[in-house]
């Protein structure tokens, strides 16, 4: 049974990837309907919660059926830091996870994110205060190293147990490999078998099938899976890959009814939640996800993206699934092609 201090999460978790942009409350809602174990929100910046900024108020926004659900947040200071772990705590949150991946430069060049990958003494510090901040449990998700001179996360991993963290999620590359090239789990492998490493390590990157889960799981050790870009728009991904573990059979790809749903469930819930203009606006990214693969998906893709009336969006949706009814589409989960932040 892997555990998050008193989270129980089963024997191997598969947890949905905090993305910005994505990962939000009507993402997440589809994602656990089909079987992702664990949540966290988009990451969230401590500059802008302190300052009460809307959108990172509103990343806050958590529900019951998310449970367990983390809240993620990053920030260069450690007092902003410690001040925005209360704030985070104040919504009832299951865990906070601090990031220290993001390679981007608006959050990497300003000490945030993988930055605090080159300053060892100060991201200890900052989980310290985050840690000492709050009764939740606090998990870290980070990368590598900086770059392929600089691989510390043996030493990370190390020094952030001992500063009380309650699990470490690690996607396989530097921060300046950003998204190129594979993943590499070695390293991911080597934390795992460390005797002084107590708490669950997750391995992240480039899981984007069944076969592929199982692989890494029996090849590099690791407590559990956290997958990101092969949900995007393919939220089937966790229940397939538990029922592969457990049969050693694939499931059947989703039938064009079950995509149409889901696809309407997310317009539907980012509507009511983000409001009208912005949830259609925002899941305009999302239709092509959905439907990838399908012929001559552009023609309904075009009036999706162009309408701003909920009715009409969803008669699309029902246009898409008359014309396509029965159709087998064979795509499974694709890595969708984000430069994303991490
Ligand atoms: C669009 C997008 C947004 C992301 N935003 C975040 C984020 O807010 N916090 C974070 O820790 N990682 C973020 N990431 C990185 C993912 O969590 C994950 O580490 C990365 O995509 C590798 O996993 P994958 O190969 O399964 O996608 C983001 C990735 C993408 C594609």
Redesign the pocket.
């Known amino acids: 049974m892997v555990k998050i201090g008193n989270i129980e999460l089963g024997e191997f978790p598969l947890l949905l ?7 939000d409350p009507p993402f997440r809602q589809v994602c656990k309907e089909n079987g992702a174990d664990m949540m ?1 929100t ?2 969230i910046s401590s500059e802008g919660l302190i300052r009460d900024a809307y959108k990172s108020k509103q990343k806050l926004d958590i529900f019951p059926y998310e449970r367990p659900i983390g809240v ?1 947040l ?1 920030g260069s200071d450690v007092d902003t830091m410690a001040e925005c772990t209360k704030i985070a705590t104040a919504v009832n949150p299951d865990l906070i996870d601090i ?1 220290y ?2 390679p981007v430069k608006k959050v990497a060049c300003k000490g945030a994110g993988a930055a605090l990958l080159q300053d060892i003494p100060m991201m200890v510090k900052m989980t310290a205060a985050v840690v000492n901040a709050t009764e939740l449990p606090v998990t870290v ?1 980070t990368r590598l190293g900086w770059n392929d001179e600089t691989k510390n996360i043996e030493e990370v991993a190390e020094r952030l147990q001992d500063v009380g963290i309650k699990a470490l999620t690690i ?1 396989g590359r530097t921060r300046a490999q950003m ?1 190129k090239g594979e ?1 590499d789990w070695r390293l991911i492998a080597k934390i795992k078998e460390n005797p002084r490493i107590n708490i669950p390590i997750f391995g ?5 099938s069944p076969e592929k889960a199982l692989e890494y799981r029996n090849r590099y050790g690791i407590d559990g899976i ?5 949900a ?1 728009g393919y939220p089937w991904i966790f229940n397939e890959i538990k029922h592969y573990f457990a049969t050693g059979e694939n499931l059947a790809a989703p039938s064009m009814k079950q995509r149409v749903d889901a696809c309407r469930q997310h317009l539907k819930f980012s509507i009511e939640w983000k409001n009208e203009r912005l949830g259609i606006l925002e899941m305009r990214r999302h239709y092509s996800n959905y439907f990838k693969g399908l012929p001559h998906f552009k023609e309904h893709r075009m009036k999706l993206v162009q309408s701003l009336e909920p009715e009409e969006l969803f008669s699309i949706l029902d246009d898409v699934l008359v014309e396509f009814d029965g159709y087998f589409l064979e795509t499974k989960a694709k ?2 092609d ?1 430069a ?3």
């Open positions: 990837a905090p993305m910005e942009d994505v990962s966290y988009e990451f993620q990053f990031n991946g993001c998700k996607h998204y993943a992240n990157g480039d899981i984007d956290m997958i990101g870009r092969a995007i890595k969708v984000y994303g932040v991490d």
